[in-house]
Nanobody
Framework: QVQLVESGGGLVQAGDSLRLSCAAS????????MGWFRQAPGKEREFVAR????????YYADSVKGRFTISGDNAKSTVYLQMNSLKPEDTAVYYCAAPPAYHTGSPSPGQYVYWGQGTQVTVSS
């Protein structure tokens, strides 16, 4: 079992930056790919970014490519999402998630079996 706890959300203005953190506990963090998703009111949960368990492969949604960076620290069992040049359309609850061990993870939320409780990010114009 893996437990995920997000932090770092908040209210910022357009153009500002935020860094989200997701602390993992339970099984060996380094065997899990980790993903970030977000869900805005009235919309479906959407993929944001993913990093493989080796930390060598990252993948981003087109909407955040070039602005967001996902990274992981195996020693701290923590994955980060650095968000720069934030836009009002980035406003959502952000979730970190993990697929089963040794899965590389995909943009599909259905592949992920462990989820955090979410952290709110609000970007004002």
């Amino acid at each position: 079992q893996v437990q995920l706890v997000e932090s770092g959300g908040g209210l910022v203005q357009a153009g500002d930056s935020l860094r989200l953190s997701c602390a993992a506990s339970g099984r060996t963090f380094s065997t899990y790919a980790m993903g970030w998703f977000r869900q805005a009111p009235g919309k479906e949960r959407e993929f944001v970014a993913r990093i493989t368990w080796s930390g060598r492969s990252t993948y981003y949604a087109d909407s955040v490519k070039g602005r967001f960076t996902i990274s992981g620290d195996n020693a701290k069992s923590t994955v980060y999402l650095q968000m720069n040049s934030l836009k009002p359309e980035d406003t959502a609850v952000y979730y970190c998630a993990a697929p089963p061990a040794y899965h590389t993870g995909s943009p599909s939320p259905g592949q992920y079996v462990y989820w955090g409780q979410g952290t709110q990010v609000t970007v004002s114009s």
